[in-house]
Nanobody, 116 residues
Framework: QVQLAESGGGLVQPGGSLRLSCAAS????????MGWYRQAPGKQRELVSM???????NYADAVKDRFTISRDNAKNTVYLQMDSLQPADTAVYYC??????????WGKGTLVTVSS
């Protein structure tokens, strides 16, 4: 069973930066996309950013120009560089991998808290 493990969350002041990482426990064949989602208290989980196997990326409007997603296919790892963090970015961040066969893998999440 493949497991995804997020790391890099924590407490940061407004305007600060964090870099999240998500690595798979073993190689996953035919990964189509890697993505980051987040869920704030009392809200539904939402897509933050996604990167496909050809390097195409998309971002939620709320994080455009502040967050950058990247991936290392050889390491089955996806990253999320988060800059200019705001209190509204406070949430549990989850990574998700999707294979070409539409199998979805999820991490357990890492908490990001933006507060002074």
């Amino acid at each position: 069973q493949v497991q995804l493990a997020e790391s890099g969350g924590g407490l940061v002041q407004p305007g600060g930066s964090l870099r999240l990482s998500c690595a798979a426990s073993r190689s996953i064949p035919s990964i189509y996309s890697m993505g980051w989602y987040r869920q704030a208290p009392g809200k539904q989980r939402e897509l933050v950013s996604m990167i496909t196997n050809d390097g195409s990326t998309n971002y939620a409007d709320a994080v455009k120009d502040r967050f950058t997603i990247s991936r290392d296919n050889a390491k089955n790892t996806v990253y999320l560089q988060m800059d200019s963090l705001q209190p509204a970015d406070t949430a549990v961040y989850y990574c998700s991998f999707q294979s070409f066969s539409a199998i979805n893998y999820w991490g357990k999440g890492t908490l990001v808290t933006v507060s002074s």
